[in-house]
């Protein structure tokens, strides 16, 4: 069952949507804590984190982990408890250890294998020295309003949170968390309409962020509007494809609805390098050129010599301001296209599937966001801002017509 559960982390981190299951998992115990069983103590720590109440569940769920060590789910929670205690701690090395211990937590969580796909987002989230990394706001009093907020969001003091979240909003009108995070109050409280309204806000602030597209999903889930959630994974996956909460969010929503998620099967069977010189290493993979003229498999052998004549002379002349080459998105276009017009020539030709599929994108325009999103590099991945500026619909496109559904036909 889909049950996300909002959380304000801290400043280093906006808030997190964990998609948590409805039961507990661990084997069940008949060991005694001092007072109560460890059955009591999980209600106990269900009741509390249903109302955020993350730092009162803290020391009962130090002491689960005591009672049960090798149930993943109460480390994972205990992660997300310690983070709120930090949220709470002024001292800044208190705060650092207190953040290391939830890494800690979540990472032991992962080796007794959790499977929310959000764990290894959370972990590098956290840096390795604790740090709490950047403000929320360069005005002081509405950052020190939306720290003290997160304090009490953690504590379930919704309605002070929620006042602090909008007076910083006043201050600092751009503040995009403060938006986000008013969202999350109405989410908790099953307001949907105000929640929706406050998560738009924040979108509108900055659309070019994944967090209030993500979190604007929650609420559309717990009414059972699939679809429409569904649209609010996908366009937080195509602002910022790279961004491990991002992904996350696209994979939770196809457990939770049973949904197989897959890029087109499309191998590529050409590997280009370079060396210092700017030489080019091309290396076919075995059996690349099998299917010779019958499937257009030969035409395999332009990709890497497209791919060599950007190295030499085009990346210059199409990124004049860049000091130095790297692999980008029009030179990937530009040599994948160069295989399909060649492998075309001869419309007698049967192409591979590869191909096919290959020259079906081609057609339909959605080459290149297939490339950004199916097989980014560093070099590519560059290229993702400016062309989502101007082509979200053909991303959102290829994710609905082929992602969504198992990679397509």
Same mark, same amino acid.
């Given at each position: 069952?889909?049950?996300?559960?909002?959380?304000?982390?801290? *400043?280093?981190?906006?808030?997190?949507?964990?998609?948590?299951?409805?039961?507990?998992?661990?084997?069940?115990?008949?060991?005694? @804590?001092? @007072?109560?069983?460890?059955?009591?103590?999980?209600?106990?720590?269900?009741?509390? @984190?249903?109302?955020?109440?993350?730092?009162?569940?803290?020391?009962?769920?130090?002491?689960?982990?005591?009672?049960?060590?090798?149930?993943?789910?109460?480390?994972?929670?205990?992660?997300?408890?310690?983070?709120?205690?930090?949220?709470? *701690?002024?001292?800044?090395?208190?705060?650092?250890?207190?953040?290391?211990?939830?890494?800690?937590?979540?990472?032991?969580?992962?080796?007794?294998?959790?499977?929310?796909?959000?764990?290894?987002?959370?972990?590098?989230?956290?840096?390795?020295?604790?740090?709490?990394?950047?403000?929320?706001?360069?005005?002081?009093?509405?950052?020190?309003?939306?720290?003290?907020?997160?304090?009490?969001? =953690?504590?379930?003091?919704?309605?002070?949170?929620?006042?602090?979240?909008?007076?910083?909003?006043?201050?600092?009108? &751009?503040?995009?968390?403060?938006?986000?995070?008013?969202?999350?109050?109405?989410?908790?409280?099953?307001?949907?309409?105000?929640?929706? =309204?406050?998560?738009? &806000?924040?979108?509108?602030?900055?659309?070019?962020?994944?967090?209030?597209?993500?979190?604007?999903?929650?609420?559309?889930? #717990?009414? #059972?509007?699939?679809?429409?959630?569904?649209?609010?994974?996908?366009?937080?996956?195509?602002?910022?494809?790279?961004?491990?909460?991002?992904?996350?969010?696209?994979?939770?929503?196809?457990?939770?609805?049973?949904?197989?998620?897959?890029?087109?099967?499309?191998?590529?069977?050409?590997?280009?390098?370079?060396?210092?010189?700017?030489?080019?290493?091309?290396?076919?993979?075995?059996?690349?050129?099998?299917?010779?003229?019958?499937?257009?498999?030969?035409?395999?052998? =332009?990709?890497?010599?497209?791919?060599?004549?950007?190295?030499?002379? #085009?990346?210059?002349?199409?990124?004049?301001?860049?000091?130095?080459?790297?692999?980008?998105?029009?030179?990937?276009?530009?040599?994948?296209?160069?295989?399909?017009?060649?492998? *075309?020539?001869?419309?007698?030709?049967?192409?591979?599937?590869?191909?096919?599929?290959?020259? &079906?994108?081609?057609?339909?325009?959605?080459?290149?966001?297939?490339?950004?999103?199916?097989?980014?590099?560093?070099?590519?991945?560059?290229?993702?801002?400016?062309?989502? #500026?101007?082509?979200?619909?053909?991303?959102?496109?290829?994710?609905?017509?082929?992602?969504? &559904?198992?990679?397509?036909?």
């Amino acid at each position: 069952m889909f049950q996300p559960k909002p959380l304000t982390v801290s *400043t280093y981190l906006a808030v997190v949507l964990v998609c948590l299951s409805a039961g507990w998992s661990g084997a069940p115990v008949s060991a005694q @804590t001092e @007072t109560e069983n460890a059955s009591q103590l999980k209600q106990r720590i269900e009741a509390l @984190t249903d109302q955020t109440r993350y730092t009162e569940a803290l020391p009962l769920l130090e002491k689960i982990v005591i009672v049960e060590p090798e149930n993943a789910e109460m480390h994972f929670q205990l992660g997300f408890a310690l983070i709120a205690q930090a949220n709470n *701690t002024k001292d800044d090395a208190v705060q650092k250890k207190l953040r290391l211990r939830a890494r800690q937590e979540f990472i032991k969580a992962k080796e007794l294998g959790t499977t929310d796909p959000l764990v290894e987002a959370l972990i590098h989230s956290i840096p390795d020295d604790g740090s709490a990394g950047s403000g929320f706001s360069q005005s002081i009093k509405a950052n020190a309003l939306m720290i003290e907020a997160e304090a009490l969001f =953690s504590q379930g003091k919704l309605a002070e949170a929620l006042n602090n979240y909008q007076a910083a909003l006043k201050l600092d009108p &751009k503040l995009y968390e403060a938006a986000l995070f008013s969202g999350d109050v109405y989410n908790e409280r099953g307001d949907f309409v105000q929640a929706e =309204s406050w998560y738009q &806000k924040a979108i509108a602030i900055d659309p070019n962020r994944e967090t209030a597209y993500r979190y604007s999903a929650t609420p559309l889930m #717990k009414q #059972k509007q699939v679809e429409a959630a569904r649209d609010r994974f996908v366009e937080a996956f195509i602002t910022e494809p790279y961004n491990r909460f991002a992904r996350a969010g696209l994979i939770q929503w196809a457990q939770a609805t049973n949904t197989q998620v897959a890029h087109p099967a499309i191998e590529i069977p050409v590997e280009v390098t370079f060396d210092d010189k700017g030489n080019a290493n091309i290396k076919l993979a075995p059996n690349a050129l099998t299917g010779g003229k019958e499937d257009g498999s030969f035409a395999w052998l =332009s990709y890497g010599l497209a791919r060599t004549t950007w190295r030499k002379e #085009k990346f210059a002349k199409a990124y004049p301001s860049e000091p130095g080459y790297r692999h980008s998105l029009p030179e990937e276009a530009e040599s994948l296209r160069s295989v399909i017009q060649l492998a *075309t020539t001869d419309r007698k030709v049967n192409l591979s599937p590869s191909l096919a599929r290959l020259k &079906k994108l081609n057609d339909e325009g959605l080459l290149e966001a297939y490339i950004l999103l199916a097989r980014p590099d560093d070099g590519i991945a560059h290229d993702h801002p400016a062309y989502l #500026k101007d082509n979200r619909e053909k991303l959102r496109r290829y994710l609905l017509q082929y992602v969504v &559904k198992g990679g397509g036909d």
